[in-house]
T-cell receptor, first 110, second 114 residues
Framework: GQSLEQPSEVTAVEGAIVQINCTYQ??????LSWYQQHDGGAPTFLSY????GLEETGRFSSFLSRSDSYGYLLLQELQMKDSASYFC???????????FGSGTRLLVRP | NAGVTQTPKFQVLKTGQSMTLQCAQD?????MSWYRQDPGMGLRLIHY???????DQGEVPNGYNVSRSTTEDFPLRLLSAAPSQTSVYFC?????????????FGSGTRLTVV
């Protein structure tokens, strides 16, 4: 089996920086992905880490440590529109089988 | 530029009825998957496919069948609907890069079984 752990809720202030952590336990690990989902919407792809280290895409960065089975998503210069749910997901046994965590609900306050 | 198209968007079924949720993508993607999402929860993988004629089970396959006769289409069949299958169903597709290139999701089908 596999398990992914991430906080259920995080609250932050507009303009601030927030980090959403994800720890995982799975065999056949290929990589860690992050997705954003607004209420009533579909998930959208944010980032992917196949190797250890930091990946940066604009205001969003994602980090992976395979030895610690740990990753995080870093959101900088928070905006109100960043209020959404964020899911980490592991690629298990292959690059195409994607297993999701239960998600972190981010609330950005003025 | 349709991406991933799911139909219908909403459906109400009676217990025991069967139906097919349609999914089509126009990006020539190899990989396609079906997920269900229950309120306040993450997405759970039902079935996935790595190409035409090839499908495999995910985390929660019971009660669902899939087939992939073409690259574009990946329908999900509910054999005998149960209230426990009330959920939002998402279809997703990815290029040969798989997770590294990101999955594109459809807008979802909201299914209620009464």
């Amino acid at each position: 089996g596999q398990s992914l752990e991430q906080p259920s809720e995080v609250t932050a202030v507009e303009g601030a920086i927030v980090q959403i952590n994800c720890t995982y336990q799975t065999s056949g690990f290929y990589g860690l992905s992050w997705y954003q989902q607004h209420d009533g919407g579909a998930p959208t792809f944010l980032s992917y880490n196949g190797l250890d280290g930091l990946e940066e895409t604009g205001r969003f960065s994602s980090f992976l440590s395979r030895s610690d089975s740990y990753g995080y998503l870093l959101l900088q210069e928070l905006q109100m529109k960043d209020s959404a749910s964020y899911f980490c997901a592991v690629s298990k046994d292959s690059s195409y089988k994607l297993i999701f965590g239960s998600g972190t609900r981010l609330l950005v306050r003025p | 530029n349709a991406g991933v198209t799911q139909t219908p968007k909403f459906q109400v079924l009676k217990t025991g009825q069967s139906m097919t949720l349609q999914c089509a993508q126009d990006m020539n993607h190899e990989y396609m998957s079906w997920y269900r999402q229950d309120p306040g929860m993450g997405l759970r993988l039902i079935h996935y496919s790595v190409g035409a004629g090839i499908t495999d089970q995910g985390e929660v396959p019971n009660g669902y069948n899939v087939s992939r006769s073409t690259t574009e289409d990946f329908p999900l069949r509910l054999l005998s609907a149960a209230p426990s299958q009330t959920s939002v169903y998402f279809c997703a597709s990815s290029s040969s890069l798989g997770a590294g290139g990101g999955y594109t999701f459809g807008s979802g089908t909201r299914l209620t079984v009464v």
